[in-house]
């Protein structure tokens, strides 16, 4: 995990990364693992497919690949270069009916993945190197009919140039996935959120390093965010981590999301108060005159200043500066006093599939101060008794409706994250967890 002290250093200030992630050797393993059965798949489809008739064989030197096994498939991390890949296949092969031979390819291929043009990561192949070898063979002796049959007949049905030219087929993740990993996800119906890789990633002994700045939309508009005070750096963990993945989010992630959040009017809440202008006149004497019926008596909260997100060792809290116009409904909304609320809430983080879940799991603190009244000044504790608990209800359930669907996190199709870590420092998030491939449905 090297972490992205010096690798998420931004070029600019522009091009800042706000989260990234690291994938280890562990979930390189993992992958290979899951790879094994699909390029099975694949190379038993195109070794067995049948081939182009050659004019220098003779007909009954034709070769038939019977079956194909992958022995061994595996992924390893080259420091500062990218990947190699190693498939050995077991090949058996009937040459006629007197002989069947057993054969292994060997495919020795260096992948790294680099950024296209459209800014999308790419998965490419730097070398290939198939090799294609006899293990045993064994033929009935039929004397009338001697038959051999040379590797090099072999050779020229199987097309292993193709096979090199996709090589990066056989893995589960190709580019298709890749490509994945920088789609829009919904977090509110108007609201959507993009991880945009900034760089190819990096490759160091602890993984391979993705860094990547999230960018939001509003209603289909991209939405100009606050500026990171300084550039998102992790310590180095003290020991390589177990985990397939390790994600990780900057104190400014959060701060962004709810600042989009903002911008979506997330928090402009009417919220009905259990008083009306009868019980008030009670507390307040100048309500009376103000209003001569008894009126239900509503908030209605809007934002005066950006939220802010502070992570601390143990906890994440959100700071929501609002001002509440409290009014009656006569029929029009009247507006008769106007509070600022600031508001604390420590923030609860969890995962579920690849969403993070975030939720308000307790206002820590609110102060409540007069801004401007029709009906004579109000001090500070006769607005707690009467707007506080109801504010304090209301907008702790009111974040929690915004962010039930959860946040999405970094991640490619078909796979799901499990085994989940969620651990707060100052200043980030850290999420280990592992990969799982989901079930195929249907």
Do not use: W
């Amino acid at each position: 995990l090297s972490i992205l002290l010096s690798l998420l250093i931004p070029a600019h200030t522009t091009r800042s990364p706000d989260c990234g992630g690291v994938l280890t050797p562990s979930g390189l393993k993992y992958l290979a693992e899951v790879s094994k059965p699909h390029a099975e798949s694949v190379l038993r489809q195109d070794l067995r497919a049948p081939p182009a008739p050659d004019p220098s064989l003779p007909s009954p030197s034709r070769n038939q690949i019977n079956t194909v096994k992958v022995d061994e498939f595996s992924l390893t991390l080259i420091p500062d270069t990218g990947l190699r890949l190693s498939i050995d296949v077991d090949l058996g092969i009937t040459s006629a009916p007197s002989t069947t031979k057993e054969m292994q390819l060997s495919i020795l291929a260096d992948l790294h993945v680099e950024m296209n043009p459209e800014g999308n990561l790419e998965l490419v192949t730097s070398a290939c190197k198939p090799t294609l070898e006899e293990l045993q063979s064994t033929e009935e002796i039929d004397r009338s009919a001697p038959h051999t049959s040379s590797g090099s007949d072999v050779d020229k049905q199987i097309n292993v140039e193709k096979i090199c030219l996709e090589v990066s087929k056989l893995l589960l993740f190709p580019n298709e996935r890749l490509m994945s990993l920088a789609a829009p996800f919904p977090i509110t119906p108007s609201c959507q959120l993009r991880y945009v890789p900034l760089a190819a990633p990096m490759y160091s002994e602890q993984g391979i390093i993705i860094s990547l700045q999230t960018t939001f939309q509003v209603a289909g508009t991209a939405i100009p965010l606050p500026v990171s005070p300084v550039p998102f750096s992790m310590p180095e963990p003290p020991s390589s981590s177990p985990s397939h993945l390790t994600l990780a989010f900057s104190q400014h992630f959060y701060t962004s999301l709810f600042f989009a959040l903002e911008m979506d009017g997330a928090f402009n809440v009417t919220i009905l108060s259990p008083l009306t202008t009868a019980t008030l006149a009670e507390k307040i004497p100048q309500m009376g005159s103000l209003f001569q019926e008894d009126l239900p008596v509503v908030l209605q909260t809007t934002t005066r200043s950006s939220p802010r997100v502070v992570l601390e060792e143990g906890r994440a809290i959100l700071k929501l500066f609002l001002t509440a116009q409290i009014g009656a409904v006569s029929p029009a909304f009247q507006s008769f006093l106007s509070v600022n609320v600031d508001v604390s809430a420590r923030l609860h983080i969890s995962v579920t599939d690849t969403r993070m879940i975030i939720s308000a799991a307790a206002i820590e603190d609110i102060e409540l101060s007069l801004a401007a009244s029709d009906v004579g000044p109000v001090l500070a504790a006769l607005l707690e008794e009467l707007f506080l608990p109801t504010i304090r209800e209301e907008l702790s359930a009111q974040i929690n409706v915004v962010l039930r669907g959860g946040v999405f996190l970094p991640h490619i199709a078909s796979f799901t994250y499990t085994d989940v870590n969620v651990t707060i420092h100052k200043d980030y998030v850290l999420i280990p967890c592992n990969l799982q491939l989901e079930a195929r449905t249907g």
